[in-house]
């Protein structure tokens, strides 16, 4: 069943039916200042840091689902309504939401007045505009009463939920003309406040939670609203809010635009008061200017949407499939930028309280990110490495708002270091700019021990070669990238993290074919790039090192089908068919075949077979087979969960990509789409019931064939998933790859597809590449002509501007 | 306005209009297990640790308030109620709820039929018996449907409410026959597990959340109760419930009981399973059994008044005064009860999850229920004295369910080690047990260093001398008892904590006359101790250094009109005229005349006041006065809250007593009885609107006289205020003072009180104290007759055993 449909033209995700399986939200917002909003309005906003600087209250898993946001709501002659939906829940005759990139609209009518509200935080702006515009469509007048509601956040979210004997007594506003100002402890250490503003006169507002709602009511029957009438309250401690009260007269058919501003003001310590107690409303009254009309707001809207049209315009693929051409184009890109922007800090899953960015994590989000914005993706990397130890370790994860690393979780992830060389690799194949390799980087924020980004790519390189296991196999350290497989954990006390918990690598023999492969991958962009770089000495020490890693998982981490997923603590073999439960996991597949190990002997071919008879189902590919039905204390984490569920044999779909990308290395392209379009969200609306997640983005994790609810996902939005399956579709199954010399085109398609074409802005010049498989064949170039002229090889040349025209004949 | 009695005959408070001003809540619940019930069925279960070991969700200042308990709904005919209105806020024929000593019966009627529901924890039971009693009391016959309902919580409280990335993939659950059983985590590292049962055969359940109340929908109408019917569902994942689904025919007239167990059960690894994932059931059924009908639940109940009937036994006031006797013979000591098993971890403002227990606030909270379990008393004194250092210094917390220090937090509040004597010295003149001193107890938990309980007395005594600032007051470190109060934080980044964030100590000069008074009062009870065990030169030694800090006080501390607050950390003067704002504080005014410092010169008298002068005001005793108005960082958090809440100005109630006690030493029983009296709840029931809080307990705050409300109440039950207000009314203004040798009897009343009787038991006697006052004084003993004989002195002496009659004529 589907609540909704895709708008290709407007770039936007309509949702019709408001009681969607799960909330369906958008992100607003590109960068400092953040707002969730869901289908009907739900969510937050946060400047920065959705911690630290939460400006909105938001609860989590609550009852109702996705309760509380900004809300509007009209009390049309005793009729209560909102328009959209919730949280009055009040019948509509009409009910439309429509996502875009970066606003949502959302639009309700109730008895003859229609409501259109829009949300959108303007570029370069702190700050979500929001226009209502009320429209009567009866050939009456109409009387109505409009109620705007959101509940202030004191800064903190975590002490805001967990502090209350202090802070239900701290909550300070103040009030002028319009505008709503929440300062509590603006006075103290604080430099910053938020307001909430309306363009026009009001009639009364409320700002304490229990004179506008009441205490024993619900957010869906406010006292206020149900009897027509603010009380002009002043919160001072319990909850302050922000409602303003406009009664409104409508002639027949006449339209009225409202619009609302939330801004964020920070001010200088000498420029805090303009009065004793009394804050410098400035900054906040100049924001207002800047939108107190329907054409400033419209032409920020505007410049909003070119800002998307440019970024969105640099891939553009016409492929024959709707579904597939919307992902590429559209849905899948923008998802990678909020990943870019949030990590996995805020989402309806992630509360925005718990972690910092990922160092593994946001490589990985820079993949499918870096040709949006690259001066961003620059200034990533930089703040990533600064978080690096000098051995080549890594903080797990920093905090986006001090850039420090994040001392609770520490280091000791063996995967961290190589997805650096990822990272800054990615970056510069799409931009040319090898600069990046010398700027002075620090160790663990330390300026005074930095070094070149280079070294920083070396230590990181030597710091898998500096520990070696008994098999000459990377030892595991804390975790992998799988942060559930736990091989040094031992950990028996459930009051314990399994990620911060002190593990036990003292003697340990826990080795991770994963790393190896992934070792084999970026040792070998290592050593390409040395060479670029005029470092022939260093490119020959590492491949040395790489050709030993590549014998010790043939020699080591073969178990005769499939690759060997680890060695654990006592050097027992881990995802062996040796084993009971948890025989074969995909990230050793994926690895080793995307680094071809053992290509040539047939490895990589029954590796992936292995997978696809027993990882395969029909909702994607799990990540072990047979699950853990029961508490593996050696291995951790993973063996916590329910079958079929995350970890444990949950289709965990960042993983799956990495199959996808293998199956293009031994060139079966019906395989990599296969299992494209299992996970790929615009081919599971149909099942929206069922999949329950947005349609229009990919989920961390959809319950695997062991699962008591196969296809279910979870964890929507912020995850690896986005940025990988972009790179696998972009770069393996469509082909065309960034590198240093140009534009390498090498697809990996089913043989039925006749053409496709893509257009590619690169390095300043844009190229029409246009595709043709009139052979029918998976993979191979038999030639390629750029601007009519035929070339050598596979790769487009680089043009410093200008059109061009590529013509790529498969064969 | 009033929103409900005092029924004193049954110890309860009777709830008759269920919208109180804020959700006035009940503990159930003795030792190990423990819920949180307000008077509309709100509030949770957990099993010793209300972080760690959390049974029950529960959601935090929610809209509406108190949203979420365990819920019973009623749908007869489509008519869906709850007999304790919330959730469903169907307007009921009768409502009562009654609050009683560790149990709470909430009665709701509507269209005829009945239902009264009774909540405890029966003595020595992990489990919350819940009995409903379904009444028709029609003339026809009714046929209706139960549906029961609570929301597991996945153990780890603040995990739950976070980490929905993982816990919404973890839930699962078992049902056997009428019981639910909530195993999450149990295949894992848990041993334990939580059921919830139904003595009757059941028409349908539910364990999964959206299928029982819908994704959308309140709480106040649950799809399935709405709906008429059970889904039967079993919870993967997402929310785990537990709802039973009971149809149910009454004949007129006729009752039928249902009694509903919510259980807790851990198991030894061996035993965990009867079969694979299928846990073992059967001590969760031997529990089950115990309470399976009406009569042993009555059993039960009546074991539990007669736990308390002993309790309150103890000391029992005849006052004129109906609030008087109530407070001292019933709520006042059942809130020390709570707050002794409690701490400050569980309240409606304090979350459970956010600390342990104070090292601070459990010696003070000993005071007030020593004489109820002393062997529980001896056990904590134990416990707390563990968790100190060395050097005599404390951790300012430790957790209850590991005993260890709270390294979050550390230690360095230099009042700290004074409150350990006096929570030892509170328990030997109770219990005449000396051979308490001869414990051997650890420092920091570890045994190979343990000392004597006595050793650590010493120490503890000594650091306050091995403390000392320029002025020969005690060095302050982080705070003393007004942890708001950081002298050495100077903070300016909004997200520290100021109890957390590192201190410069390093160079201070912070001294605070509050612990120079604290340490007169305590070393002079230190040196009375070390007499009495024979050690004559300690006493001697200590003796000298009380006579040094009393001097210093005198010299240093006194600013002309009251006593100084404290030295900030450069030397400068805190709560002097000197100041602009906080000219005077409460804390030392308290200390030093409880001390008696200077009383002979006057500065006691002058002090107090000034207290009267300054501090004073319609809803009690401010803690200082003027408010701060705007952050100065040398004095920390006490200048970030409004002026007139908390720390800054607010009546923070656990202070007043101390003024009271002043009073009584300069023997002014008026002022001690006007001061008790405007903090005391029940004498405030009337202004309930105002006071918002219980009328049953006191609460930790009342606004002050600069706040926006004065006389508003909050963070109510957990605080030391329950023990100084009954340890000063006992022994300071009625005047029973356990001693060494006796029971000493030293009254300060008002002149016009004529007589009071109270009935003491005392070390296995009983003593019946009849207080004349036809003298009309204030203080004084002119005679005291024991079994009509005269005894010199006001000490009545120690009896083996019997009923011993006192007659103390005043004068």
């Known amino acids: 069943m589907k609540y909704g449909y895709f708008d290709d033209e407007r770039r936007e ?12 939200i958008n992100y607003l917002g590109n960068e400092d200042f953040f707002s969730l909003v869901s289908n009907s309005a739900g969510g937050y906003a946060f400047y920065k840091d959705a911690k630290f600087r939460r400006l909105t209250r938001y609860r989590y898993n609550n009852v109702p689902m996705d309760n509380g946001g900004r809300y509007f709501y009209i009390n049309d002659g005793g009729t209560v309504w909102s328009p959209g939906w919730k949280p009055c829940k009040t019948e509509l005759d009409k009910y439309e939401c429509r ?20 949300f959108f935080i303007p570029l ?21 009463k409009l109620f705007s509601f959101m509940e202030w956040c004191l800064w903190n979210a975590e002490d805001d939920q967990n502090n209350l004997q202090r802070n239900l007594s701290t909550g300070e506003v103040e009030v002028k003309g319009s505008t709503i100002y929440h300062k509590t402890e603006y006075k103290e250490r604080r430099n910053h406040y938020a307001f909430y503003h309306v363009n026009t006169a009001i009639d009364g507002y409320d700002t304490d939670r229990e004179s506008f709602v009441g205490l024993y009511n619900e957010f869906s029957e406010p006292k206020a609203v149900i009897e027509g009438r603010a009380t002009n309250s002043e919160a001072h401690g319990w909850s302050p809010v922000a409602s303003h009260y406009i009664e409104v007269e409508l002639q027949p058919g006449e339209s009225k635009d409202f619009i609302f501003v939330l801004g964020y003001i920070e001010n200088k310590e000498e ?8 804050i410098n409303k400035q900054p906040a009254e100049a924001v207002i200017e800047r939108f107190n009309t329907v054409e400033k707001v419209e032409a920020a809207l505007n410049e909003l949407r070119l800002y998307w049209d440019k970024l969105l315009g640099k891939i553009v693929l016409q492929s024959g499939d709707d579904k597939l051409n919307r992902m590429v184009n559209i849905w899948n890109q923008y998802q990678c930028m909020v990943t870019f922007n949030m990590s996995r800090s805020a989402s309806f899953f ?24 690259p001066e961003r993706a620059r200034q990533r990397i930089i703040d990533i490495a600064s978080t690096q130890f000098p ?19 520490g280091g000791g992830f063996n995967d961290d270091p190589m997805w650096l060389i990822l990272g800054v690799v990615s970056y510069i194949k799409e931009t040319g700019d090898f600069s990046i390799l010398d700027e002075m980087v620090p160790f663990d924020n330390d300026m005074s021990i930095a070094q070149t980004l280079y070294d920083h790519l070396t230590i990181s390189f030597n710091h898998v070669v500096n520990n070696l296991g008994p098999n000459g196999l990377p030892l595991i350290g804390r975790a992998d990238w799988n942060d559930c497989l736990n091989l040094n954990c031992f950990s028996s006390d459930p009051n314990e993290s399994f990620q911060t918990t002190e593990n036990n690598t003292e003697g340990s023999k826990a080795e991770s074919v994963m790393i190896a492969g992934l070792f084999v991958v970026y040792g070998q962009e290592y050593v390409e790039l040395s060479k670029r770089i005029g470092r022939a000495d260093e490119a020959q020490r590492a491949q040395k090192e790489v050709n030993k890693m590549i014998e010790a998982v043939k020699t080591k981490g073969w178990d005769g089908e499939w690759f060997l997923r680890a060695y654990d603590f006592y050097g027992n073999k881990v995802g062996s068919d040796e084993n009971e439960e948890g025989k074969i996991f995909i990230e050793s597949q994926g690895w080793c075949t995307m680094a071809g190990i053992g290509k040539e002997e047939g490895l990589c071919e029954k590796a992936l077979d292995s997978v696809k008879e027993r990882l395969d189902c029909d909702y994607g590919i799990v990540l072990n087979n047979p699950a853990f039905t029961k508490y593996v204390i050696e291995y951790g984490e993973i063996s916590t969960y329910p079958a079929g569920y995350k970890e444990n044999a949950g289709i965990f779909c960042h993983n799956n990509p990495w199959i996808m990308i293998g199956e293009t290395v031994i060139g079966r392209g019906e395989k990599a789409w296969e299992y494209y379009k299992k996970i790929c969200p615009a081919y599971l609306e149909d099942i929206s019931d069922l999949h329950k997640t947005e349609p229009y983005v990919y989920a961390q994790m959809i319950a695997g064939k062991d699962a008591y609810k196969p296809g279910e996902a979870k964890n929507s939005w912020l995850t690896g998933t986005a940025a990988w399956n972009f790179y696998a579709v972009t770069q393996y199954i469509l082909g065309i790859q960034p590198d ?25 010049a844009e190229y029409n590449i246009r595709i043709v498989n009139s052979a029918g064949v998976n993979k191979g170039i038999a030639s390629l002509e750029v601007d009519g002229v035929k070339q050598k090889g596979n790769t487009v040349p680089l043009f410093e501007a200008g059109t061009h025209e590529v013509l790529v004949t498969m064969g």
């Not at 949702?15 to 369906?24: D, L, R, S």
């Not at 718990?354 to 989000?365: A, C, K, V, Y």
């Not at 051995?391 to 609770?408: E, I, S, V």
Request: hydrophobic residues 30%; positive net charge.
């Open 271 to 278: 420029d805090k008061w303009e009065a004793k107690n009394v």
């Open 350 to 373: 992630e509360v925005g309280i718990g972690r910092g960015m990922g160092f593994r994590d946001s490589n990985q989000d820079l993949i499918g990110f870096v040709h949006q914005v």
């Open 124 to 144: 370069k702006t702190w700050a979500e505009v929001q226009k209502v515009k009320l429209t009567n469509t009866t050939s009456g007048v109409k009387k109505i």
């Open 391 to 409: 051995d080549g370790g890594c903080y797990h994860q920093y905090q986006p708002l001090t850039k420090r690393g994040n001392d609770a979780i």
């Open 13 to 24: 995700y309509v949702i019709t039916n408001p009681q969607t399986p799960w909330p369906w």
């Open 99 to 118: 996502h875009g990139m970066s606003y949502t609209q959302i639009t309700g009518a109730k008895n003859g007045i229609e409501a259109e509200t829009l």
């Open 740 to 764: 240093y010399d140009g534009l390498k085109i090498e697809p990996c398609i089913p043989a039925e597809w006749t053409e496709f074409t893509v257009k590619r802005q690169f390095r300043g």
